[in-house]
Each structure stands twice: as structure tokens, then as C-alpha cells.
């Protein structure tokens, strides 16, 4: 089988010698579909050739074409994002199938084969326990990729494997269920990941460390469950890194709300509480992998938050790390209570230049931007400007939110610093602002990401499979990949305070 890259209805040459008569063939149909209206990027035409060489032809639409004046090579006159989608079409129409060619344009830039490779590995994953229904799981085992110049290609190759590799470890710990996916089965789970490459050193504290060291949030979060609380550390240190990136990453492995209980229907999907925590962990194992030239510290704090006898209660005051003080106004508000222990201990311990969190946080986020979008929160506008661009070059969605000093006042507890559940509405605003506080003289190298809706899918959507999406592996790699470097808009290497 064959694939053959198309836009704006019209094949575009490869370098694939294609037979008169197959070339023919396949410019026909275009002009048949590409006169019904307009055909998005990953839309894939078959093609049947019962007895014929190859015996069928895949047409994918790779996008739009350069507008005039613009780059004009086949294949640069498309976006990343394009082929990307259009890796993962090909992948889904030929699932059933062994293996299929993809035939790529003379000249195509290394993005090109990239995005494709990076949409097709995307697309091809699959998570399941039990036994594949009668007619599912994927048959296709191989995709070979036609380029002119196979060593022009290697890098951007390997890019793609490992962007994909971490986004199916970040899917499938998501993906597991709950009654697995305990705090300590989870960090065994990094450890085990982690522990494949070299350079990466990973720490978990327990319970009696996380007391003795004053992780209050953490522990007070996970005290009703009898699979008690971790802290889990992943470090990549390089040889001569001058950036120091810190990552945190919410991770709650099955959230009932604790005392201020879920509905049924909202607590089902909670298994992915923990997304952000799978995205920093994934992403550094990445940036190992990828041999990146930056200090990259992940943290996730994971706990389960469970009603019992010793869970903790609304009206009770927590101190968390460092000493900052939080009044309980609802315990499923249990997300930011443990983000404050982490992002304390990143600021007053790890000294990041960078220091970005990520959170499966508030239902607010997904009613503002929708269930692709995720949103993202910072004073430093280099920095939120490079997380949106990587994360558009990537393909996931970031669109900036307001931090709205008007509402800091209700924050205040009445009998401790702060409280977790401001009642004055705008809650994906108030939750950032929350997490502001312990951040402390790092505010102007701090991002948070809410994206609570994007982590899961309902349905297959592209390179998207219905389910944990890994939504920030691939937004994370993407940034990490440009710091340190002659484009790295980051010049501060001050440790805060």
C-alpha cells in the first residue's frame, strides 16, 4: 500500500517514482473529493486497485499550500501540523493493514518528517487490559517513509520516537486505573522508567520523610488513605547546564473530593488527577533521552484523596512546607494544597531559573477555553509567550489567562494564611493566584498550566486516541528543546531570593 501526500486538492510530487497511470489515477480522484468542499489536514481518500501494484492508494491531505511568495519546495509549503495530522490519518485508514509506504516530497525539511513520524506514533497507540474486541487493535506494524536523503532525516526521527515514547508513558499511567495506580505503585512506575537511562537519578520520599520534613499539604491530602502519600523527584542533571528548569506536576491517582464529596458522575474519570504529574515526570525522562543540554528537576507530589475516619476536614489548617498556612474551606479543592508543598520546596531548595507547574486543577479552565485548550498563567511574558509557541508548534493548545490582583484578597483565611476555595467565582483565576503564593521571589520565572479538560479524550481526534491524551509531554519537550541555546529568549540565571 501507498500513501501519497496531497493539498488543496491536488497530488504533490514525490520522490516516488509513480507510474503514468497511477499518477493519473490518483490526480482524478483528487479532483472528484477536492470539488465537494474543503478538505482539512488528515483527511485520507482511498483508493482500490485489485490486482495492481501497490493494490491501494492512500491520498492524505497534508493542508494548505504556501501562499504566493512563501517557501514554494513541496513540503515546505505546508506546516508542521499538517503532516503531523496527516501521519496520523494514514495511520487510522490502514490500521487493519501490515504495513503501508508514505511517499514524502523531493527537498522536504526535517519538520516535515517530524510532525508526520510524531502523528502516526501518536495515532498508533493503544491502551487496554483486557482482550482486543474481534476486529479491533492495529495489524499495521509498519511505516516506511520514501525521502530522498534518508541522513537528512535521522534526528528529526529520533525526535519523534522519544516525544512519542513520552507521551505514551505519560497515557499510560493516566490511563490506568485507580485501584492500581496507588501513590507508591505510581512513583515505582518512574522509577522503573527512569531507571532505563543514565544520568537521570530519581528520589521518593514516604510518609515518615515527607513528616519529618514538613510536607503538611501532601500529607494532609493523602491521609485518608491507608496507601499512603509520596514525593517523587526525577532529576536530569547535564554536564555543564547552565539552566536550571523545575517542573511540577499535580498528582492526585484517584480524587472522591475527600469529605466535600464528588457526584458519581464527576468522579468517575478521576483515575487522570494525576495527568499533570505523568506529563513532568514523562517529560524529563524525555529530556534525558534526548540528551537535552538543561538542568531539568521534576517534582510530583501524589496522594489519593479518600474519605475516612483520618481524612482530612473542611475548617482544619494546614502548614505546608516552608510554613506557609492553609484553612480547608473544601477538601476537593486538594490539588493546590499539595502543588504549595512542591512548589515551596522547588523554590526554596532546588533554586530553579524556571520553574513551570501543570495540573489537572479546576473545572473553571474547561469552562473558560473548552475541553483542547488548556490554560496558562505567568508574569514573565517571555515566558508565557514561548510555552503558547512551543506549545502550538507542538500541537496542543495554551491560551494565557489573567492572574487579577483584584481578587487576592480573597485568598486570605480567617485563621491562616490562605484558604483553598475562594467563593467569589472565576476559580481557574483564583486557583492560579493560590498557587502564586508559595512561589514566593520565583513569580518572575513562574508558569501554571490548568488543563484539566485537554488530559483526556472523549473520543479519537487526530493523533488523539479516546482517552489519556499526555496532553504537555509534547508542549514541555518542545520548550525544553529551545533553552539554553542562541534562541532562548531566557537571560536571568539569578537563583531567586
Known amino acids: 500500500m501507498l500513501a501519497l501526500p496531497a493539498t488543496a486538492g491536488e497530488l504533490l510530487p514525490t520522490s516516488v517514482g509513480l507510474a503514468d497511470a497511477v499518477a493519473a489515477q490518483a490526480s482524478a480522484l483528487l479532483g472528484e473529493v477536492g470539488g465537494r468542499g474543503s478538505r482539512t489536514a488528515g483527511a485520507v481518500t482511498i483508493l482500490p486497485r485489485p490486482g495492481a501494484t501497490p493494490r491501494r492508494l492512500l491520498l492524505v491531505e497534508t493542508g494548505q499550500a504556501a501562499e504566493p511568495g512563501q517557501a ?10 499538517g503532516w503531523r495530522a496527516a501521519g496520523a490519518g494514514v495511520v487510522r485508514a490502514a490500521q487493519r493493514d501490515p504495513s503501508v509506504t508514505f511517499a514524502l516530497p523531493p527537498g522536504a525539511g526535517p519538520a516535515v518528517v517530524r510532525g508526520l513520524a510524531e502523528g502516526a506514533l501518536l495515532a498508533a497507540y493503544r491502551f487496554r487490559l483486557g482482550k482486543e474486541p474481534e476486529g479491533g487493535g492495529l495489524a499495521l506494524r509498519r511505516l516506511t517513509l520514501a525521502v530522498d536523503d534518508p541522513a537528512r532525516y535521522e534526528d528529526a526521527l529520533a525526535e519523534a ?3 512519542a515514547r513520552a507521551t505514551a508513558l505519560a497515557r499510560d499511567l493516566t490511563n490506568m486505573p485507580s485501584q492500581t495506580k496507588t501513590p507508591a505503585w505510581l512513583a515505582g512506575q518512574v522509577v522503573k522508567a527512569a531507571g532505563q ?11 515518615a520523610e515527607l513528616a519529618a520534613a514538613g510536607f503538611g499539604g501532601i500529607l494532609a491530602v493523602g491521609g485518608g488513605s491507608r496507601r499512603g502519600p ?7 542533571r547535564p554536564h555543564g547546564a547552565r539552566l536550571h528548569v523545575v517542573l511540577v506536576g499535580k498528582g492526585i491517582t484517584f480524587d472522591t473530593g475527600g469529605i466535600s464529596i464528588k457526584p458519581r458522575d464527576a468522579m468517575k474519570l478521576m483515575r487522570k488527577d494525576m495527568a499533570g504529574a505523568a506529563a513532568v515526570t514523562a517529560a524529563a525522562i524525555g529530556a534525558a533521552e534526548l540528551r537535552l543540554p538543561v538542568r531539568v528537576t521534576a517534582l510530583a507530589p501524589l496522594a489519593e484523596n479518600m474519605v475516612s475516619g483520618s481524612a482530612y476536614r473542611p475548617g482544619d489548617v494546614v502548614r505546608h512546607y516552608g510554613g506557609l498556612t492553609t484553612e480547608v474551606r473544601s477538601t476537593d479543592a486538594e490539588g493546590r ?29 474547561t469552562v473558560a477555553l473548552g475541553k483542547r485548550t488548556a490554560a496558562v498563567y505567568g508574569e514573565r511574558d517571555d515566558l508565557v509567550a514561548a510555552l503558547v509557541t512551543a506549545g502550538a508548534a507542538a500541537g496542543e493548545r495554551l491560551w494565557r489567562m489573567p492572574l487579577v490582583e483584584d481578587y487576592v484578597p480573597a485568598l486570605a483565611g480567617d485563621e491562616a494564611d490562605l484558604n483553598n476555595a475562594a467563593n467569589i467565582g472565576a476559580g ?15 513569580r518572575d520565572r513562574w508558569a501554571h498550566l490548568d488543563m484539566s479538560a485537554p488530559a483526556w479524550s472523549d473520543s479519537v481526534d487526530g493523533e488523539l486516541p479516546k482517552g489519556a491524551t499526555g496532553f504537555g509531554v ?23 531570593g
Open 72 to 81: 514554494a519546495e513541496a513540503g515546505q509549503a505546508m506546516g508542521e501540523a
Open 161 to 163: 520516537r522519544v516525544v
Open 197 to 207: 537511562l543514565p544520568g537521570l537519578r530519581v528520589t521518593v520520599r514516604e510518609p
Open 230 to 236: 509520596r514525593l517523587a523527584e526525577v532529576a536530569w
Open 337 to 365: 494544597v499539595v502543588l504549595g508543598d512542591a512548589l515551596a520546596y522547588a523554590v526554596a531548595r532546588l533554586k530553579p531559573d524556571l520553574l513551570v507547574d501543570l495540573a489537572t486543577l479546576t473545572g473553571a479552565g
Open 428 to 442: 481557574s483565576v483564583t486557583a492560579a493566584l493560590y498557587l502564586r503564593e508559595f512561589v514566593g521571589a520565583a
Open 474 to 496: 509534547r508542549t514541555l519537550l518542545r520548550w525544553l528543546s529551545t533553552l539554553d541555546g542562541p534562541d532562548s529568549s531566557v537571560v536571568d540565571r539569578q537563583p531567586p
